[in-house]
């Protein structure tokens, strides 16, 4: 009996402690990953119509909490969207108090707990949004909060997973400069910075020179990142898949980036009704950029859990060893 239970244990690396696979749990998580990319598309669609303030007040809907407004206009996009912040909000309290309950790893308590947090603040910031009238710096943190609280979501989802959760060794990796995992690390924080740079646009807080010059930086580096991961651990599954798909997803985040550029600023420029394309247009190019970020940061643990470094780079080998131990 003591043999069969064992079977049902998954053992962590670097002698961590076992962890059972929790299917249930696991797809909860998942399906709690693909709500909140929802979501991001549902708060684009609000900026991308011009329908920031077409329900007025908050928390309440045209003075009341329960009745369902008139679904017309821009009304649809703005209330419809918060009806679904509060699915989320639903699944973010039953994903905290789950992983409290079953989970092993208190890292992963906390971090339930954290994102529950998280999206509290959004719907503060998002509630400040519409009282101040869209103010583009209260705005661009709405936007750049929505995208860290989907990276916490993903992040939940990925390391509930049994291929998380089984044994494995990290390769050694010698005379890298940066390392990879510095340099996956890197490429993750920079596609933060320009997802930062793309809202303040979108809000009309700066103009889109800085926006071209973070995508070019940011195409760069993961390239670079790209590259060197399939060059030196393409044989390595975890490693390979997330640097495919990151690699696909640039390609067409860049085009989706002209394409919007074309319709919304090119031929679309103070236009008397908003036209289909240019609304399709920026709402692509936001998923995409929420993809391409989720993507870097699954990538980027990956190969801080998969890849260690040797002593001469103290500050990977440490965010390395964490990673590892988890």
Excluded at 77 to 106: D, P, S, Y
């Amino acid at each position: 009996m003591r043999a069969r239970h064992a079977k049902k244990k998954i053992v962590q690396p670097s002698g961590a402690s076992a962890v059972p696979y929790n299917h249930a749990y696991h797809r909860f998580a998942v399906f709690f990953a693909i709500a909140t990319f929802l979501l991001i598309i549902a708060g684009a669609l609000v900026t991308s119509n011009d329908a920031g303030l077409s329900v007025p007040d908050w928390p309440t809907s045209f003075g009341s909490l329960w009745k369902l407004p008139p679904m017309v206009g821009g009304v649809k996009f703005e209330h419809g969207h918060r009806v679904f912040a509060e699915f989320v909000g639903l699944l973010t309290i039953l994903m905290a108090v789950w992983t409290h309950k079953v989970e092993q790893r208190r890292w992963m308590r906390i971090l339930g707990w954290t994102a529950l947090a998280t999206v509290v603040l959004q719907g503060i910031l998002g509630g400040i949004t519409v009282l101040r009238f869209l103010p583009w710096t209260i705005s661009t943190a709405h936007a750049t909060l929505g995208q860290t609280f989907l990276c916490l979501v993903i992040v939940m989802a990925l390391v509930t997973g049994r291929s998380w959760l089984q044994a494995d060794h990290p390769l050694p990796e010698q005379n890298e400069k940066p390392s990879t995992p510095a340099l996956a690390t890197l490429a993750a924080v920079c596609v933060w910075l320009q997802l930062i740079l793309g809202a303040a646009f979108r809000h009309s807080g700066i103009k889109l020179l800085p926006h071209i010059i973070g995508a070019c930086i940011v195409t760069a580096i993961l390239c670079w990142t790209v590259v060197r991961v399939l060059a030196r651990y393409g044989h390595v599954p975890p490693l390979r898949r997330p640097a495919e798909i990151l690699l696909a997803l640039l390609m067409i985040q860049l085009g989706l980036g002209f394409v919007a550029y074309l319709t919304r600023i090119q031929w679309g420029h103070d236009p008397v009704q908003l036209a289909f394309s240019m609304v399709l247009s920026t709402v692509s190019h936001v998923a995409g950029g929420a993809l391409v970020l989720a993507t870097s940061v699954v990538l980027a643990i990956q190969v801080l859990r998969r890849i260690s470094v040797p002593i001469s780079h103290p500050a990977t080998q440490a965010a390395a060893r964490t990673v590892v131990t988890v």
